[in-house]
T-cell receptor
Framework: SQQGEEDPQALSIQEGENATMNCSYK?????LQWYRQNSGRGLVHLIL?????REKHSGRLRVTLDTSKKSSSLLITASRAADTASYFC?????????????FGAGTRLAVHP | GAGVSQTPSNKVTEKGKYVELRCDPI?????LYWYRQSLGQGPEFLIY????????DSGLPNDRFFAVRPEGSVSTLKIQRTERGDSAVYLC??????????????????FGPGTRLLVL
C-alpha cells in the first residue's frame, strides 16, 4: 500500500503558468522527495527536503513541507511544455534507517504550448 | 557517466512461465532497490539490498518472487509461475548510503528505465 496521496490527480495548464501539486502522508518521516516520470518509465529525482526543513528551492522548483499537517507541495514556476510528466512525492519513514521510498499515486501534469 | 541500466526493456511471457529481470546499478553504489509500478500508480517497494544481502524483502508479494545480488553489484529479480497480475513496470534504483542528521539517512536514489513485464 502507498502512504502518500497527491492532489490533484491530473493538472492541465498553459505554458508560462505556475503548477502546484500537493502531497499528504500518514506517518512520521525522515525526509520527503519529489520525482518526475516521463511516459511511465524511469524516475528522475527532483528535490529532497528533510523533516527539519520547511522550504527548499531548485531552479524553477519550490518545495514546502509542513510536518504538523503531514503535507508537502511542489510548485513549478513559469511552466514549459517540456514539464509535461507525472510527478510523485515519496516519503522515507522515520524509523526506516535507510531510504525505503513510499510513493504516492502521482499527479499527471500536462502543459500546453 | 553511466546510469542504472535494466534489461530487458520489455518482456512478454505466458502465464506460468519463469522470468528474470536484470539490474546493473551505478558503479560503486552499495544500496540497490527494486520497485514495481502498476499502470496509473506510484512505484511500490519490493526489496532492498545493502551489498550482497537483502536487508529488507518485506515488499515481495509472495514466494514466487525472489531477488539476488551475489557480488554486490548486478541484481536479478526472479519471478516463478508468472501470473497476469504480475504485469507491471519493474524499476531498479541504486544509491550511496550517507548518514545524515538525527540518525537518519539522506541520499538520492537513481532509477533505471525499468522493465515492462506483460504476462499473457
Amino acid at each position: 500500500s502507498q502512504q502518500g496521496e497527491e492532489d490533484p490527480q491530473a493538472l492541465s495548464i498553459q505554458e508560462g503558468e505556475n503548477a502546484t501539486m500537493n502531497c499528504s502522508y500518514k506517518t512520521s518521516i525522515n525526509n520527503l522527495q519529489w520525482y518526475r516520470q516521463n511516459s511511465g518509465r524511469g524516475l528522475v529525482h527532483l528535490i529532497l527536503i528533510r523533516s527539519n526543513e520547511r522550504e527548499k528551492h531548485s531552479g524553477r522548483l519550490r518545495v514546502t513541507l509542513d510536518t504538523s499537517k503531514k503535507s508537502s507541495s511542489l510548485l513549478i514556476t513559469a511552466s514549459r511544455a517540456a514539464d509535461t510528466a507525472s510527478y510523485f512525492c515519496a516519503t522515507v519513514p522515520f524509523s526506516g534507517g535507510y531510504n525505503k521510498l513510499i510513493f504516492g499515486a502521482g499527479t499527471r501534469l500536462a502543459v500546453h504550448p | 557517466g553511466a546510469g542504472v541500466s535494466q534489461t530487458p526493456s520489455n518482456k512478454v511471457t505466458e502465464k506460468g512461465k519463469y522470468v528474470e529481470l536484470r539490474c546493473d546499478p551505478i558503479s560503486g553504489h552499495t544500496a540497490l532497490y527494486w520497485y514495481r509500478q502498476s499502470l496509473g500508480q506510484g512505484p511500490e517497494f519490493l526489496i532492498y539490498f545493502q551489498g550482497t544481502g537483502a536487508a529488507d524483502d518485506s515488499g515481495l508479494p509472495n514466494d514466487r518472487f525472489f531477488a539476488v545480488r551475489p557480488e554486490g553489484s548486478v541484481s536479478t529479480l526472479k519471478i516463478q509461475r508468472t501470473e497476469r497480475g504480475d504485469s507491471a513496470v519493474y524499476l531498479c534504483a541504486s544509491s550511496l548510503i550517507q548518514a545524515g542528521g538525527s540518525g537518519g539517512y539522506q541520499e538520492t536514489q537513481y532509477f533505471g528505465p525499468g522493465t515492462r513485464l506483460l504476462v499473457l
